[in-house]
């Protein structure tokens, strides 16, 4: 019997291009092979193990002959390749409708509604690099007081503003206004504050990032679980992604690291139910910045933490590690890229080693969950649990 699920999403780490993937622009992206062989390979033995060179090959990662995991990897049904859409669907909710996107910066009646409202000028307005655009404005920022607005090819209203002229509570009332504004036709997935502190030229955001999703328009697996009456622990960005609906806990984390460190501590204090996990360095710190050096350091890193989440896990535990989209650090673009995502199930009262072959949408993995856990069915998504029995 398993009566507890940890997926871990290792944020933006896919593994090839879509069929679709020229109508995003995104053909030729492959995070994670195309990471690997922008470094000469990756050195990933505990994913090896577990079968993620089975899916695909990836430089330096080997297929063997009995992993220790059932693999796989899942298309994307929903249309996007953001963060909200991705998790949303591995959570069985399946979006028609992409949300709005801004390539030309906000409508001016956006603006100056949102302007009124904080007593504020604001600066920029248009899609960049959230790096870059610090760069840009960070100093006419700090003389004039006003925050920099910008988006990105994702559905995102993101405020920039130092800690030290702007302080982080007040950032964060900023959000809420514009979330308060965002609603019908530009009813954007999120608005993000996106503080930062440091002097010109050496600018750095911080971990006090917030992200004001739209709730999700309809239950998911989370609210299953939780209507189930267990517990539903959301680790990471997973409380800003569903607006904190279906979660009987929410913890904030610093980093992959950070992030791996509150999964062991709730997998030593969770009783029955989820414990949904996003690790978000990959894409924020990796992805978004073309660093594909940083981005397999990360990966590595986080292999290195697999035999602790392992040794913790209990007889009636199953894991899941997948991902949201790709990043892929080596193209042109900045932005998400339009692929498959890896599955990688690890439990040990399953069947090991079995090829799950392409899932046809993120939304079989929380179906897969909805059954392992007893719970309601999801609207989407067909479970893979018999293959595994």
């Not at 399946?94 to 100056?112: A, C, D, Q, R, T």
């Not at 996003?278 to 910045?289: A, E, K, S, T």
Request: glycine share 10%; hydrophobic share 35%.
């Amino acid at each position: 019997m398993i009566d507890r699920v940890i997926i871990l999403v290792l944020d933006s780490v896919g593994i090839g291009e879509l069929p679709d993937a020229k109508l995003f622009n995104d053909e030729g992206s492959n995070t994670l092979v195309n990471t690997a062989k922008k470094v000469g390979g990756l050195n990933l033995p505990n994913l090896e193990k577990m079968g993620l060179g089975n899916i695909e090959k990836i430089p330096g990662v080997k297929s063997v002959e009995s992993p220790t995991a059932s693999y796989g990897k899942a298309a994307e049904k929903s249309a996007g390749k953001d963060t909200t859409t991705g998790h949303w669907e591995i959570a069985g909710l399946i979006l028609e409708k992409p949300f709005p996107v801004y390539p030309s910066g906000f409508p001016g009646e956006i603006i100056s509604e949102f302007e009124k409202r904080i007593g504020r000028k604001i600066l920029g307005n248009y899609p960049a690099s959230g790096t870059e655009i610090i760069k840009e404005l960070g100093e006419e920022h700090m003389k004039s007081g006003y925050p920099i607005v910008y988006t990105s090819a994702d559905s995102v209203f993101q405020i920039a503003a130092h800690e030290e002229v702007i302080p982080v509570e007040e950032l964060y009332r900023y959000c809420e206004i514009a979330r308060e504004i965002l609603t019908g036709e530009h009813a954007v997935a999120r608005v993000i504050a996106r503080p930062f502190v440091g002097t010109p030229g050496n600018f750095t955001r911080t971990y006090n990032r917030k992200d004001f999703s739209l709730k999700p328009p309809e239950d998911t697996l989370l609210d299953k679980v939780k209507n189930k009456g267990c517990e539903v622990w959301g680790i990471g960005k997973i409380g800003d992604i569903f607006a904190g609906k279906g979660l009987t806990r929410e913890i904030h984390t610093e980093g992959n690291m950070d992030g791996v460190d509150k999964t062991l501590e709730a997998m030593s204090r969770a009783k029955k139910g989820l414990i949904f996990t996003n690790l978000v360095d990959f894409d924020m710190i990796y992805g978004h910045r073309n660093d594909a050096e940083g981005y397999a350091k990360a990966l590595e890193e986080f292999d290195k933490r697999i035999p602790e989440i392992l040794s913790q896990m209990r007889k009636g535990d199953c894991l899941i590690i997948t991902a949201d989209h790709g990043c892929d650090p080596t193209t042109e673009s900045t932005d998400h890229s339009r692929e498959y995502v890896p599955v990688l199930v690890y439990c040990r009262q399953l069947k090991s080693g079995v090829n799950l072959g392409t899932l046809k949408s993120f939304s079989d993995i929380g179906q897969t969950v909805a059954e392992m856990l007893e719970c309601e069915r999801l609207k989407h998504g067909h479970s893979f649990l018999d293959k595994l029995k």
